[in-house]
């Protein structure tokens, strides 16, 4: 079921490269998104019935935790390729792009979703291969519309990104060394089921220089602060589809790479150092991000920095710690991916009908495009945690966790910090949505099957947060019961 898992993406893709018409490449990629879609929720299923899959001679495997990886990007890919049908469609329309361009897009995204499920399922330290590999996809399709700002942009994150994952290469030999001295040079040296049964026999020096290294590589490509600096100009620039994809499932690949080193470190250096470098790491994201908020003039550049609160958040779960920190983090993880999505689909639809990403140039939008704009509040309210939306769940799950952990100090900041960044988004979001729209904007929503992709992540939004399905909790809790 992983391999072909692996090969829908890759054969969509092939199909995409060789049609000769617009409809064919749309068809043939949102048929390849449905499939995708549900060889993922089947690897999902079979996951929650037998536990653990293995194959290819131990090099790929699923656990709980892959299959909810794998969820993330089965879901957020079907709906960002429903939804790029629309947005594509009309820069084709509009001759922002010609159909060579629209193939090659087609193309660059299936390769993007391959190596995003790539991430998930590979079972050895490997792991920085495939993450590296995201960087490479996504780095071309930020280069489509061959801008000067996005060139510039790509670049700029190429260069930072391939920095990181060179210091997560330094973690991944250094983790090697340390399980090479228990198992010796054999390829189940590299593989995470072997080494998570030895992980409390590696020397805890090693270990930490190992993980530092990962946690700095690694948050590189989530967006942790201090590293952050690519994410803002990256995901401005992106096509609206990928920087959902950037946001919502890429950064909780690189996170999950994080989370995944430690689980075995902290079987070796103790549960106090890895959890205060991400208590630490996390704060420095919240922090850093609230001024950029909160005098942010660019919309997609808001909600990118955003993305760097919220993986600051997922790390402050983890850092807690307890069945409440990792539970939170762990279901903030797809709270996130599903809302964030949701918002950059919003901007997407404001950015094709007003034709610029200046807050002060947008307004009335719930006039203008009375749809879009309702959803667009509606998920300024959910990204800030407001009640009753999924994301106040996960964000009280993890505060409760703070509190119950002995925390304090780094739970109080954390509640600042989120209400300032409430107080940011809300001021600039009500100065898109309400007053009287710029003259010349005509009434009218976008494209339905863009608001339908929109609506598909607001059931998500709204549902999780009164009601989380028996099924989803217990995949969550087995998650758990891995990274503790």
């Given at each position: 079921m992983i391999e072909y898992l692996l090969l829908a993406p890759v054969l969509t893709g092939m199909v995409c490269f060789f049609s000769k018409t617009r409809k064919q490449v749309e068809t043939a990629s949102l048929a390849g998104s449905i499939a995708t879609l549900l060889l993922g929720l089947l690897l999902v299923w079979q996951v929650y019935k037998y536990d653990i899959i293995i194959t290819w001679q131990n090099a790929l495997f699923a656990d709980a935790f892959s299959a909810f990886i794998v969820l993330i990007v089965s879901i957020v890919g079907f709906v960002a390729s429903l939804y790029s049908i629309g947005y594509m469609g009309h820069e084709l329309d509009?001759?922002?792009?010609?159909?060579?361009?629209?193939r090659l897009y087609y193309v660059l995204f299936h390769g993007?979703?391959?190596?995003?499920?790539?991430?998930?399922?590979?079972?050895?330290?490997?792991?920085?291969?495939?993450?590296?590999?995201?960087?490479?996809?996504?780095?071309?399709?930020?280069?489509?519309?061959?801008?000067?700002?996005?060139?510039?942009?790509?670049?700029?994150?190429?260069?930072?990104?391939?920095?990181?994952?060179?210091?997560?290469?330094?973690?991944?030999?250094?983790?090697?060394?340390a399980a090479v001295n228990i198992l010796g040079e054999t390829g189940d040296a590299l593989n995470w089921t072997s080494l998570i049964a030895v992980a409390d026999r590696f020397d805890p020096t090693i270990m930490k220089l190992a993980f530092i290294f990962i946690l700095i590589g690694y948050g590189t490509k989530a967006g942790l602060a201090p590293m952050h600096t690519w994410l803002p100009d990256a995901h401005s620039e992106a096509p609206t589809p990928v920087s959902?994809?950037?946001?919502?499932?890429?950064?909780?690949?690189?996170?999950?790479?994080?989370?995944?080193?430690?689980?075995?470190?902290?079987?070796?250096?103790?549960?106090?150092?890895?959890?205060?470098?991400?208590?630490?790491f996390g704060l420095l994201s919240l922090g850093i991000a609230v001024p950029f908020i909160l005098l942010q003039e660019d919309y997609k550049r808001m909600l990118a920095y955003s993305s760097v609160e919220h993986m600051g958040i997922?790390?402050?779960?983890?850092?807690f710690g307890g069945v409440f920190g990792v539970?939170?983090?762990?279901?903030?993880?797809?709270?996130?991916?599903?809302?964030?999505?949701?918002?950059?689909?919003?901007?997407?639809?404001?950015?094709?009908?007003?034709?610029?990403?200046?807050?002060?140039?947008?307004?009335?939008?719930?006039?203008?495009?009375?749809?879009?704009?309702?959803?667009?509040?509606?998920?300024?309210?959910?990204?800030?945690?407001?009640?009753?939306?999924?994301?106040?769940?996960?964000?009280?799950?993890?505060?409760?966790?703070?509190?119950?952990q002995g925390h304090?100090?780094?739970?109080?900041?954390?509640?600042?910090?989120?209400?300032?960044?409430?107080?940011?988004?809300?001021?600039?979001?009500?100065?898109?949505?309400?007053?009287?729209?710029?003259?010349?904007?005509?009434?009218?929503?976008?494209?339905r099957l863009m608001l339908l992709a929109m609506g598909i992540l607001m059931v998500f939004v709204f549902v999780l947060g009164v009601y989380i399905p028996p099924p989803f909790y217990e995949m969550i809790m087995k998650v758990v019961e891995i990274v503790r």
């Open positions: 509009h001759g922002a792009m010609d159909l060579k361009r629209l993007f979703m391959f190596t995003m499920l790539l991430v998930g399922v590979t079972n050895n330290l490997g792991l920085w291969i495939a993450i590296e590999m995201t960087t490479l996809v996504s780095a071309l399709l930020m280069i489509l519309y061959s801008k000067k700002s996005s060139v510039e942009a790509a670049w700029k994150y190429m260069i930072i990104c391939t920095v990181g994952i060179t210091f997560a290469l330094f973690g991944t030999i250094l983790t090697y060394y959902a994809l950037l946001s919502g499932v890429l950064l909780n690949c690189a996170m999950y790479g994080i989370i995944r080193f430690y689980t075995i470190a902290t079987k070796s250096t103790g549960i106090d150092f890895t959890s205060n470098l991400l208590i630490i997922i790390a402050l779960g983890i850092g539970f939170g983090a762990i279901l903030h993880m797809f709270n996130h991916a599903m809302t964030k999505s949701l918002m950059f689909f919003g901007a997407g639809n404001i950015l094709q009908k007003h034709e610029t990403k200046e807050i002060f140039n947008v307004s009335g939008l719930v006039k203008s495009m009375p749809v879009t704009g309702a959803m667009f509040v509606i998920g300024t309210l959910a990204i800030t945690g407001s009640p009753p939306f999924s994301i106040f769940i996960s964000e009280f799950t993890i505060l409760a966790a703070g509190f119950s304090y100090i780094a739970t109080v900041l954390f509640l600042l910090f989120i209400i300032m960044i409430f107080a940011g988004f809300f001021n600039n979001v009500s100065k898109m949505a309400f007053g009287t729209p710029k003259q010349g904007i005509e009434k009218g929503d976008v494209g």
